[in-house]
């Protein structure tokens, strides 16, 4: 009997996977992401997670820029080489890493810190085990959880990088100047499709950018001392102000969501409809008639996008991982092992 149902259940596995297309779908699949598990140090350091949201918690509470920080070095790392920790690594006289190439735009270093306060409390616990790309990919998730956004699930076994180059950097990063076209370019090129794009550019419902990466838009958009006529004219004034002297004060910045800047929510999709997206490459995704709808969709409903949110997170998390000898558990996050021996 049991047999029975064994070869029914088998035949209706072959009708539904015929050869030919089992073998194309086993092609597509990232083998080094299908590696790696939710439990991988169940057994060689079960108290990582629990260590890792400790020294990230302590971290958010005393310097609370550090969530959008370590959001954006996630983000950054991922689509430069895979997450591989690549962007931890710090430059020395012999090599310019990632982390310092032109178009880092002031990778905040409270992140940095996150990532190697929590290795230094794991390699007490579990010397040698638990990855760099894996402290920051579940650090991220608990910082979004922590200023109120979704909670997803971080599968585990990234190796670190071996390598990381500044020279590496350019064309893999999207830039508040890019049109529709190339920004879905850009991230087409890792696999992501446009609703995952439009959906993780919610990150920037936290944070801040600085004057220069918006300033061509108020101050003189249309060399007449115009500005960007898709945004409200009251924004424009109050960022005119704000930016007054960001030539000379280059620190300068404006929160990224002016309504509810610390706090993980979709009133960055409110505001964008409302002309009060900062970043051209905001404002582009209420113009745009490929990406407005979704725009819509998420300011009227925040379960909408979180769920999608969480989707393109996971998406995001498993870019070019490396497993097996193709990277190294490091131990310090900012050098390879071969240097810090
Ligand atoms: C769609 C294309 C994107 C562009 C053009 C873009 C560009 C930028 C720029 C220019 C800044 C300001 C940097 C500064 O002045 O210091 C910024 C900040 C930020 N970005 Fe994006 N970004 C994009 C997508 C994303 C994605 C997908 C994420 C994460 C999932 C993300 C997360 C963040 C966060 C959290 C901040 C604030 C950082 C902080 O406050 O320290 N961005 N982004
Ligand atoms: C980003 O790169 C510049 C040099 O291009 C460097 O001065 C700066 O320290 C880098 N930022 C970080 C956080 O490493
Ligand atoms: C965007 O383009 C404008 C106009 O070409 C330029 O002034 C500005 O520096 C650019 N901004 C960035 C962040 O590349
Ligand atoms: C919001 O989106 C969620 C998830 O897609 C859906 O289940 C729910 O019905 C939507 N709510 C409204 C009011 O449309």
New binding site residues.
């Given amino acids: 009997m049991s047999k029975k149902v064994g070869d029914v259940s088998m035949a209706a596995r072959v009708v539904a996977f015929p050869p030919a297309l089992l073998l194309l779908i086993l092609s597509l699949a990232s083998p080094a992401a299908a590696k790696l598990s939710a439990g991988y140090y169940q057994k060689t350091c079960p108290k990582a997670e629990q260590i890792i949201s400790d020294v990230v918690t302590g971290k958010q509470i005393s310097t609370p820029?550090t969530?959008?920080?370590?959001?954006?070095?996630?983000?950054?790392d991922c689509?430069v080489g895979g997450c591989d920790a690549s962007m931890l690594i710090s430059s020395n006289a012999f090599n310019r890493a990632e982390r310092d190439a032109d178009d880092n735009?002031?990778?905040?270093g409270?992140?940095f810190d996150t990532v190697i306060r929590a290795k230094t409390a794991l390699e007490l616990q579990c010397p040698g085990v638990v990855s760099c790309a894996d402290i920051l990919a579940l650090a991220t998730r608990d910082l979004v959880l922590m200023l109120g956004g979704p909670f997803y699930t971080v599968r585990l076994g990234r190796k670190d990088a071996l390598a990381s180059t500044a020279a590496s950097v350019p064309g893999n990063?999207?830039?508040?100047?890019?049109t529709m076209d190339q920004?879905i370019d850009?991230?087409a090129k890792k696999k992501m499709t446009v609703q995952d794009?439009v959906a993780?550019?919610?990150?920037?419902?936290?944070?801040?950018?600085?004057?220069?990466?918006?300033a061509s838009r108020v101050f003189n958009y249309d060399g007449r001392g115009g500005h960007d006529p898709t945004m409200n004219p009251e924004y424009v004034a109050a960022l005119k102000q704000a930016c007054a002297n960001y030539e000379k004060d280059p620190t300068i910045?404006a929160f990224?969501d002016l309504m509810t800047p610390g706090k993980f929510d979709n009133l960055y999709y409110q505001n964008l409809l409302r002309g009060l997206g900062l970043?051209?490459?905001?404002s582009v995704?209420a113009a745009d008639k490929r990406t407005r709808p979704l725009v819509e969709l998420y300011a009227a409903n925040q379960t909408a996008f979180f769920n999608d949110?969480t989707k393109?997170?996971e998406k995001?998390s498993l870019v070019g991982v490396k497993t097996g000898d193709k990277g190294e558990v490091r131990r310090r996050c900012d050098e390879f092992n071969s240097l810090s021996t």
């Fill in positions: 820029t969530a959008a920080g370590s959001l954006r070095l996630f983000f950054h689509f735009v002031s990778l905040p409270d992140a990063l999207p830039n508040p100047n890019m920004l850009v991230f794009m993780l550019s919610g990150a920037h419902t936290v944070g801040f950018s600085h004057c220069n990466q918006f910045a990224n970043l051209a490459s905001d995704l949110f393109a997170m995001l």
